[in-house]
Every structure is written in structure tokens, then in C-alpha cells.
């Protein structure tokens, strides 16, 4: 069996178990909008008012039922596509010796984002139109939150598995207290980027591109260790 065929066969095996995830996840999903369907207002109403949940800048005693369900989706899926990127990386070295090249994983690997992130973005998507629907339209809500709130969640969710990748390829590619080491200055980084984000004006700015290079630095560097993974670690 020849590398190509290897990559092949592996990709086909794993699209069926993210098409699986997928369906697993939806269902969980459309359960979770009918048990909200028994729940009485007062109790959605007083959760909202006692953490101050804001709702697309809706306010708490708008009587929203279902649209706190779907927007609390968003951080889940990401949280759940991070973790299938943390699985993936894991797994790296296996396929590497079961015979796959080093830019066949790499390929595959960015396939698996973009395939099942989509999906779960998908999921999203339908889940926050059915709650707009279901919650009457929610007027006030404009159309640019909308767009914004649509587009939002597939950045995250994609980053999410990227970041998970590159973390757990850390601690394939090296020793674990390196890795480790690793991981705590680049989630340093990550809060003091976070903190230039909640400032506004040129800090803002700069919040935002120190996100991009962050990212390009994450790919930059999962690819390196990639195509550099030898099959037996060394030490």
C-alpha cells in the first residue's frame, strides 16, 4: 500500500467519525431545546438577571428562551473542536509509523479543522436561527450583531483547534517539562494580549495583530514540528 493510499484511507476513516460527532452533537443539541421547552420563564428570567447575562445586547427580561442556549454554544463547540485537535496531534506519531509522510498529516490535519469545524459551525448556525425563530424574531437585535455573532464562532472555532494542535504537538515533539515550559509562556502571552483587546483605540490595535502574528506563529511552528517528527522519540 502506497503512502497516497495510506493518507487516503485514513482521511475517508475519519470523516466518518466526525460525520458521527456531527450527528451526536445535533441531537444533543435538539434535546436540549426540548427540555427548555418544559422549563417555566421565571427560572431561564432569574438565571439570566443573577449572572447578568446579556444576550446579544438584549436585555435579561426579554423573555428569551432559547436564543442563551444557542449563544452558549459557541464557546462549547469551540472548546470541543480544541480538543479533537489535541487528539489529533496526539495521535501524530502512530500514523507517521503505520506508514503516512509527514505533509500527508499535516494536510490531513488541516482538512480535519476545516471539515469538522465547519460542521460544528453549521450546528451552530442552525441552532441560533431556530432560537430567533423560536423567540419570536427577537426584535432589536441588528443586523450587523447578527453577521458579526454568524462569522465570529467559525474564527473561534477553527483557531480553537489550532490552538489545541499546536499544544499537543508540544508535547509529542518534545520532552514534557519543555512542552510544558512552552505552553506556560504562550498562554502569558495569550492574557496579555487578551488584556490589550479590552483596551480600546491604538492598544486595541495592536491587540488585534499581536492575535494574527500569534496565530501565524502557531501554524509556523505545528508545521515545523510536524514535518520534523521523527517516528521514535529520542529521549
Not at 11 to 23: M, Q, R, T
Not at 142 to 151: G, Q, V
Not at 183 to 195: D, E, N, P, R
Amino acid at each position: 500500500m502506497t503512502h497516497a493510499m495510506i493518507a487516503h484511507n485514513t482521511a475517508s476513516f475519519e470523516k466518518k467519525s466526525y460525520w458521527w460527532s456531527g450527528i451526536t452533537i445535533t441531537v444533543v443539541v435538539a434535546v436540549l431545546f426540548i427540555v427548555l421547552t418544559f422549563l417555566p420563564q421565571d427560572w431561564i428570567d432569574t438565571y439570566l438577571e443573577t449572572n447578568k447575562e446579556s444576550i446579544l445586547g438584549l436585555p435579561s427580561n426579554q423573555g428569551l428562551r432559547y436564543l442563551p442556549l444557542a449563544t452558549g454554544l459557541a464557546p462549547t463547540l469551540a472548546v470541543f473542536n480544541l480538543v479533537t485537535g489535541v487528539i489529533n496531534a496526539a495521535e501524530s506519531r502512530s500514523y507517521l509509523g503505520a506508514g503516512m509522510t509527514r505533509m500527508a498529516l499535516w494536510r490531513d490535519a488541516r482538512r480535519a479543522n476545516l471539515f469538522f469545524g465547519l460542521m460544528l459551525w453549521l450546528i451552530l448556525i442552525i441552532a441560533f436561527l431556530t432560537a430567533l425563530l423560536l423567540d419570536g424574531g427577537v426584535f432589536g437585535i441588528s443586523i450587523t450583531t447578527i453577521l458579526w455573532w454568524t462569522a465570529g464562532p467559525l474564527i473561534a472555532i477553527l483557531i480553537a483547534y489550532e490552538l489545541g494542535y499546536f499544544c499537543s504537538l508540544l508535547y509529542v515533539r518534545l520532552h514534557w517539562v519543555g512542552a510544558t515550559l512552552a505552553i506556560g509562556c504562550f498562554t502569558v502571552g495569550l492574557v496579555g494580549i487578551s488584556a490589550l483587546l479590552d483596551q480600546s483605540g491604538i492598544l486595541n490595535a495592536l491587540g488585534w495583530l499581536a492575535s494574527a502574528a500569534g496565530i501565524m506563529i502557531v501554524l509556523i511552528c505545528s508545521y515545523r514540528m510536524l514535518t520534523t517528527l521523527p517516528i521514535r522519540r529520542s529521549s
